[in-house]
């Protein structure tokens, strides 16, 4: 790639094809003609952030943290994280029986609650 310069005095730092050409035909460079190449990552998925989240919000789950419901009220207690679910302990639930949170249900942490989005899905005998 040939630099040439330009009527008003300085090199451009990167040429193009298309600058080329104007500098061949004796054209000047100017700053509204020369633009600089951008390369871009490529974009992700929604489901790539989303994995992202579940990694993230998983490794802040902890045991015995509490589970409560958009208004803070009790919902149940941590007793593992499954996949990408919250495993309650039996001890919450009326039935004697370990219920499951998907981590989709989680709207945020904040010290040692998880807090559910007001659309989660709160298991029936859960007893809260």
């Given at each position: 790639?040939?630099?040439?310069?330009?009527?008003?005095?300085?090199?451009?730092?990167?040429?193009?094809?298309?600058?080329?050409?104007?500098?061949?035909?004796?054209?000047?460079?100017?700053?509204?003609a020369f633009r600089p190449f951008h390369i871009q990552a490529p974009q992700r998925s929604?489901?790539?952030?989303?994995?992202?989240?579940?990694?993230?919000?998983?490794?802040?789950?902890?045991e015995h943290m509490e589970v409560a419901d958009i208004n803070g009220q009790h919902v149940g207690t941590v007793d593992?994280?499954?996949?990408?679910?919250?495993?309650?302990?039996?001890?919450?639930?009326?039935?004697?029986?370990?219920?499951?949170?998907s981590l989709d249900e989680v709207e945020k942490i904040d010290d040692n609650r998880v807090y559910l989005k007001a659309s989660a899905v709160i298991p029936q005998g859960v007893k809260g």
């Amino acid at each position: 790639m040939v630099r040439e310069r330009a009527a008003g005095g300085s090199y451009p730092a990167i040429a193009g094809p298309r600058h080329e050409a104007s500098v061949s035909r004796g054209e000047a460079w100017t700053d509204a003609a020369f633009r600089p190449f951008h390369i871009q990552a490529p974009q992700r998925s929604g489901t790539q952030d989303r994995k992202k989240v579940f990694m993230f919000e998983k490794i802040r789950i902890k045991e015995h943290m509490e589970v409560a419901d958009i208004n803070g009220q009790h919902v149940g207690t941590v007793d593992d994280v499954e996949d990408n679910r919250i495993k309650l302990t039996k001890s919450d639930a009326g039935d004697n029986m370990h219920h499951f949170i998907s981590l989709d249900e989680v709207e945020k942490i904040d010290d040692n609650r998880v807090y559910l989005k007001a659309s989660a899905v709160i298991p029936q005998g859960v007893k809260g």
